[in-house]
Structure formats: C-alpha cells, structure tokens
C-alpha cells in the first residue's frame, strides 16, 4: 500500500509539471509581457487582416502574443527575433494597444530565416506609445 501512495504522489507530480506552461522569457524594461513569439513559413492560409504588410522578398510570419504591461497606451512594438546571437528578423505591431490588454498578432517577416539552425528567442526591440514617449532596448541581442 506504500508504493502505490507514492506512485500515485509521484504522478501527480508529473502530470501538474507536463501541465504547467514553460516561461517565456521577456525583455526587462519593455513593458511587454509575451505569452507567445513563434516564427512559421507563410502560408496562403493565413489570414491576412491580421499580418503587417512586408514589402518585398519571401515571407514567413511571427505569432505574437502579448500584454501592454505600461500604464498607457502603446502605439508601436517592435520584436526582433533572436538565434545564436544574431538578430535575424524584425517584425513590427502598430496600433493602439491598452494598457493590460491581450494582443494576439501575425507579423511578416523574411522568410530567409529558414532553416533555423539554431534555437530563436523573441525580444522587444523598442515601443512608442501615445503621446510620444518611447522605450528602446539597450540589450537587443539579450532575450
């Protein structure tokens, strides 16, 4: 009877870890709290309503997903996405994003990313916000 109330303990350890999401790692200072920053080949699938215009060359797109953490509105957010410590895409989110409201975004960036050959982080590389006031990154290579 032991082992199964340590089986059934262990268990449920495991299941609450496989539960629990893994932390995205953030910008300090930005003011953006990210839930969500992956890079996808472009697809004639997705909607375009929802993705910044990329003028010229291949595409792919940049999800994002994210939080205006500021105590005012923010007007522009600019992400770089970040791999063996080359910045290797710039994808830019204009609009007029309340403070703690949730943004869910497709961004176009160059499509010459692929393949990954390493692992990718997002970073906030600068945020306008209304009124003027901005924030830029002193650290863009540092996710």
């Known amino acids: 009877?032991?082992?199964?109330?340590?089986?059934?303990?262990?268990?449920?350890?495991?299941a609450a870890s496989a539960a629990a999401p893994a932390q995205m790692p953030q910008t300090p200072g930005s003011n953006?709290?990210?839930?969500?920053c992956t890079p996808r080949p472009y697809s004639a699938q997705t909607p375009l309503f929802q993705s910044t215009p990329y003028k010229?060359?291949?595409?792919?797109?940049?999800?994002?997903?994210?939080r205006n953490e500021a105590p005012i509105v923010a007007t522009d957010v600019v992400f770089g996405l970040v791999s063996g410590n080359r910045l290797i895409a710039v994808g830019k989110?204009?609009?007029r994003f309340s403070?703690?409201?949730?943004i869910d975004h497709r961004l176009m960036i160059d499509q010459q990313i692929y393949p990954l050959r390493e692992p990718a982080q997002c970073v906030v590389l600068a945020v306008r916000y209304a009124g003027g006031a901005s924030w830029m990154n002193p650290e863009p290579l540092q996710p």
Request: overall charge negative.
């Open 93 to 95: 989110d204009s609009g």
């Open 1 to 14: 009877m032991r082992f199964s109330a340590l089986g059934l303990t262990a268990a449920a350890f495991l």
């Open 32 to 36: 953006v709290g990210l839930t969500e």
């Open 99 to 102: 403070p703690g409201a949730a």
């Open 56 to 66: 010229g060359g291949l595409h792919a797109t940049l999800t994002v997903q994210y």
